[in-house]
């Protein structure tokens, strides 16, 4: 079953930068698409970004231009740099599998973007 621990998450003023990180295990992370999610309060998870084995990324429209996601596959973890952020970024945010997620989901990672 594979194991997901998410980190980098914080307070950041609007306009402020995040790099999260996720490193994954009991799974053959090479061959996998990634994907990073968020949860706001009140609000479904929602996916905002993934990245295929091969590297090619896709985005969420209410992220694209300041977020980048990549990934080292010696680590078997994913990134999600996040530039620009805005009051609305706020979420718990998740990795997981793409396009399916596994079952077992990390414990995530709070963003708060507030003044």
């Known amino acids: 079953q594979v194991q997901l621990v998410e980190s980098g998450g914080g307070l950041v003023q609007p306009g402020g930068s995040l790099r999260l990180s996720c490193a994954a295990s009991?799974?053959?992370?090479?061959?996998?698409?990634m994907g990073w999610y968020r949860q706001a309060p009140g609000k479904q998870r929602e996916w905002v970004a993934d990245i295929t084995s091969g590297g090619r990324t896709n985005y969420a429209d209410s992220v694209k231009g300041r977020f980048t996601i990549s990934r080292d596959n010696a680590k078997n973890t994913v990134y999600l740099q996040m530039n620009s952020l805005k009051p609305e970024d706020t979420a718990v945010y998740y990795c997981?599998?793409?396009?399916?997620?596994?079952?077992?989901w990390g414990q995530g990672t709070q963003v708060t973007v507030s003044s």
């Open positions: 997981n599998t793409r396009p399916q997620p596994a079952d077992n």
């Open positions: 009991r799974i053959i992370f090479s061959i996998y698409s």
